[in-house]
């Protein structure tokens, strides 16, 4: 490979569709229609748009989690590194390994901090006592969080403030090492200091783990995004450097909603 070849993409998205099983009587939900997009390694990508446009779908489909939750239909395709997730020989436990996934609500498991960051490496064999805490150390690091609890790996996690909680949650997900982290409204329920702080979490994150952030904040967005997506009604509507979504879009309707005139 020479020095200007193209990147390959970490994730590419090519004409995905979803719709939700009818409930009995119900009518069935195009939830995503005919999606494509790639992510480059090493960035950010925002995902914005108002509620039920969408956003949720297209996140848990990335790392299969929508096949846990219920029933619907998918088409399209969905390649990391070059490999269909969907494919039978794809396993759907070292997927979410590669591809970590973060929750609205905070949620810490009924452990110390320490063992909460523990559980995964545990369950992935790591056993070596000087390589378990280098990786409390690592991933608290990297989730600003360790200043405050250092001194108190021993405390039940669920201690810890909603915004530490959720810091915590990102350095849980970052200690298997994953290629991507999905994050969905990670910062809905919390104060400015702590949404402050997993803003410099994921901007230093990002050169070791891609992030794709769904947002219901666009200042968010426009913060920390290398690039921009902007779902509406199960539609990507466009996607571009974070800048030009925000300065110069292409489409009315992303103007609209950047400026606050629907949402
Ligand atoms: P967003 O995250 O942008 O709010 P969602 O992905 O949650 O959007 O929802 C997209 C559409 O799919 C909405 O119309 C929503 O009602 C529908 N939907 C979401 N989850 C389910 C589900 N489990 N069963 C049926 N419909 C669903
Ligand atoms: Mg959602």
Redesign the pocket.
Known sequence: MTDNAPMMPILRVEGVSFV??S?IGGKS?Q??NDISLVVETGTILTVI????????????LLNRLQEV??G?HLTGTILLEGRDIYDDSYDAYQLRREVAFTFDKPQALDLSIRENILFGPRLAGITRRDELDGLVEETLQAAFLWDEVKDRLDLNANRLSGGQKQRLSIARSLALRPKLLLL?EPCSALDPVSTAAIEQALIKIKHRTTVIL?TNNTKQAARIGDRTAF?LM?DLVEIGPTRVIFTNPNDQRTDDYIAGRFG
């Open positions: 939700y099983d409930p939900v939830a995503l748009g108002p509620s039920r446009s969408g956003k949720s779908t297209f996140l848990r939750s219920g619907g969905d769904v779902f199960s």
